[in-house]
């Protein structure tokens, strides 16, 4: 007993100590393989606590010798857990959330603040590049590993970690300092010490290459960010990797006055605006262990709005002026008003508005809360003047101070032929903004008067066919493009005909011409409204005696020949002899005419599913859905060959006759046990069907049962008294059982009703036992 709780004893101090091991500093000693899950939770917890992204794991991982398959299987592991655990149940069935890998953001961002967006974009992470050559100016420090290569004549190859007396040993050559020494630095220390030992380093037949192997991090502190704190970082990252990091300055952070903290001092004040405007990354600086990254509360902010090119919340610096805005802005857009600026302040008591002119963009010095409102350019013209209807360019022109009518006229190259020359129109905008309009005789313009003309006047000439009526005439009927014609002054019938394409096959000689009753007198007993001239005329258009002038709004109608019908066809398909396109012979052709022409119906053919497609006239429709409706055709009438009888169903041109193929199954669908299909049985009624369902439910309405054939016939159930007739059955057909009506169900019946039937049934009784006793004697 003692044994094994030795045994458990140590395997669980084994266990503590690897999870006090497993941490982000050691990362280059993590057996990726080996993790499980709780290993997995506890380094993704002390990724959140110190701020840290995947992105800025897989860098420090990388730089610390761990490769690039063991970093993949890290971090699926870490995505897994992330997502199985993101939601976990705790006591009395409430819920958390686990904090995300990635690095979260505790402030809204105001997309307004002109930069605040940078450090949110996951895509300008501005992550050092771990793959590409060490700097020459990379500084070494403490935890950074290199390795040393000597060829030639004497060779040697040894990797080589910075301790923390910032010194690394060779072996025959012992301690060299490389803390705080650049790359280059560092490499001609190291080749003099070596010369000591290797002579051919020195003569030159030996040479020596350094190469960092192994990145060591840095601690930078960040004040004043989203994610104010401290963070561990690539001894590559850079000032603006750092503020990536920390998301950026926080709601009232300063964009333009960052200070880099080293020993104590400012080295660096850090301008973002610079890389914003200009791609300038000079202040984007390497950082160094122990740096601190300060940023202080904005001096000044201004907000302009309005037609400029990138609107938004700026950050001005002091003896910065409204000139400088502009510029961080972008400009002007091309619609803006730039001759005066409205703005508004804050006093101490309340706000107040000032105007801003252009001669004072570079004077003006933005106070912190100030707003500038840039408006739009009035959407009229400075000097515009417009000519209008019989002018061969009319349209808008440039005005200017002593132009005529002529000129203007000049300006549109000239009046056109049809210009009406008595009068002319002038519409004029005056003063108090109304309009007036006067007119000018263009015959007095024409021999020299001089009217000038203001700005915005719109000068408007009429055209003689402006003036006149547009009369037009009408043809209908047997011709080939019927419609409505400008009327032309001595216009005659046969033009027109010959303007409308001439005849249709079919036109016959006789034309009406209905013609307008103008009267300049009312008489009341008179109601003609209008003349109907009818006359025959020659299809040739030879005689010339027919062809009557015509009249303003006289309306032509070819008339049809009385017999000028084209041959009209039906199709008939499906289970018959001669399937195809068969001519009605006369209007007065039926169904069983088609069928026994063509051959009658097979002998699978159904009777009861035979129907016709018709098609509607389009006009006499509403909705296009309704362009075919079916016939259903009695099979009695078909298969008995009654030609006689009314259900012989006359056909149209066009209809399409389908006869199917005899089903040889019933569908019973509805209040039944089971909706099926049953297979024909010949001799079998109704009941037998349903009862093969399983029956009727409670809720059949047997008095509505109804029988639906192929076709689209329906049969219902009849009820005399208290018996029900069934409809017939045939193959193919469908049985449908109703449901009850609530309100059916819920009724009883009256006192009434009961007598009735009480009485009713009395009767039956005694003609009951009449009719025993008379068959009995």
């Keep these: 007993m003692k044994y094994l709780f030795f045994l458990f004893l140590v395997l669980s101090t084994s266990t503590f100590i690897f999870a006090q091991s497993l941490s982000i500093n050691d990362i280059k000693n993590i057996k990726v393989q080996e993790l499980n899950k709780t290993d997995v939770l506890r380094l993704r917890d002390e990724m959140n606590q110190k701020n840290i992204s995947i992105t800025t794991l897989e860098n420090l991982a990388i730089t610390n010798g761990m490769n690039a398959t063991d970093f993949s299987v890290l971090k699926t592991k870490l995505e897994n857990v992330n997502q199985k655990t993101n939601e976990t149940n705790v006591d009395k069935g409430t819920t958390i959330k686990e904090q995300p890998i990635v690095l ?46 000597i060829h030639g004549l004497q060779e040697f190859t040894g990797d080589f970690s910075i301790s923390k007396e910032g010194k690394i040993t060779l072996p025959s050559v ?82 333009r006055q960052i200070e880099l903290i080293r020993a104590n ?82 006093t101490d008591k309340e706000m107040r508005i000032e105007d801003l002119s252009d ?111 547009q009369h037009t005439i009408t043809v209908g009927g047997q011709i080939k493009k019927t419609g409505v014609y400008p009327y032309v002054s001595n216009i005659k019938l046969y033009d027109l005909i010959v303007l409308a394409g001439g005849f249709l096959d079919g036109a016959s000689r006789n034309v009406e011409i209905s013609r307008m009753i103008i009267k300049d007198e009312v008489n009341k007993s008179d109601k003609e409204i209008s003349k109907i001239i009818t006359l025959e005329i020659d299809t040739l258009l030879l005689d010339q005696s027919k062809n009557i002038l015509l009249q303003p709004y006289d309306i032509v109608q070819i008339r049809k020949k009385p017999i000028f019908d084209r041959q009209k066809s039906v199709s008939i398909m499906g289970e018959i002899l001669y399937p195809g396109i068969y001519t009605l012979t006369t209007s007065e052709d039926k169904i069983l005419d088609v069928i026994n022409r063509a051959g009658g119906v097979k002998n699978n053919g159904d009777y009861n599913s035979i129907y016709i497609n018709r098609k509607i006239d389009l006009n006499a429709t509403e909705t296009k859905e309704n362009i075919v409706r079916k016939i259903p055709i009695s099979g009695k009438v078909i298969k008995r060959n009654e030609s006689r009888s009314r259900r012989n169903v006359l056909l149209k041109a066009g209809d399409e006759i389908i006869i199917t193929e005899k089903f040889n199954t019933i569908k019973v669908l509805g209040a039944v046990f089971l909706n099926t299909e049953i297979p024909y049985r010949a001799t079998k009624k109704l009941k037998y ?89």
Aim: proline share 3%.
């Design 689 to 777: 069907y349903v009862r093969s369902t399983g029956g009727f439910t409670d809720l059949a309405d047997k008095d509505k049962i109804h029988v639906v054939n192929p076709n689209g016939i329906g049969h219902t159930t009849k009820k005399i008294l208290w018996m029900r007739f069934y409809p017939e059955i045939s193959p193919g057909c469908e049985v449908i059982v109703p449901i009850k009506d609530q309100n059916q169900q819920k009724q009883k019946i009256s006192l009434t009703e009961i007598v009735s039937i009480t009485g009713m049934m009395g009767s039956l009784s005694a003609m009951t036992i009449a009719l025993v006793r008379l068959f009995e004697k």
């Design 265 to 346: 001092k400012v080295i660096r004040v850090i301008d973002i605006y610079k890389f914003l405007l200009n791609g300038d990354q000079t202040d984007n600086i390497n950082l160094q262990d122990n740096d601190i990254i300060r940023i202080p509360v904005y001096s000044s902010r201004i907000k302009i709005e309005g037609r400029v090119k990138h609107p938004g919340i700026f950050e001005l610096l002091p003896n910065e002026t409204f000139e400088d805005l502009l510029k961080y802005c972008s400009g002007f857009d091309e619609s803006a008003y730039k001759s005066n600026i409205k703005l508004i302040q804050n």
């Design 174 to 255: 012992g301690e060299i300092f490389l803390n705080g020494l650049t790359i280059d630095a560092a490499k001609a220390q190291i080749k003099k010490s070596c010369s000591k030992v290797y002579s051919s380093i020195k003569s030159g037949e030996s040479k020596l290459s350094l190469v960092l192997t192994k990145i060591r991090t840095v601690k930078v502190t960040i004040i004043g960010a989203k994610k104010s704190g401290n963070y561990s970082v690539s001894s590559l990252s850079t000032v603006f990797n750092a503020l990536h990091i920390a998301g950026g300055p926080n709601e009232n952070g300063s964009f």
């Design 104 to 149: 979260t953001r505790d402030e809204p961002v105001n997309n307004e603040i002109f930069g605040a967006s940078i450090f949110t974009n996951s895509s300008m992470s501005f992550e050092p590049n771990s793959n590409m050559a060490t700097p020459s100016g990379y500084v070494m420090g403490i935890g950074d590993e290199i390795r040393i290569s």
């Design 359 to 469: 001669k004072d963009y570079k004077k003006y010095i933005p106070k912190s809360g100030d707003v500038f409102k840039i408006g739009t350019i009035l959407n009229r013209f400075e000097n515009k003047i417009s000519i209008k209807g019989a002018v061969y360019r009319p349209d808008d022109y440039a005005f200017y101070e002593g132009m005529s009518v002529i000129d203007l006229i000049n300006k549109a190259d000239g009046l056109t032929e049809d210009a009406y020359l008595n009068k002319a129109l002038i519409i004029r905008l005056k003063d108090d903004l109304t309009k007036e309009i006067f007119d000018i005789d263009l015959n007095e313009i024409k021999n020299g008067k001089v009217i000038l003309l203001k700005k915005n006047d719109e000068l408007v000439i009429s055209s003689l066919f402006d003036l006149k009526n």
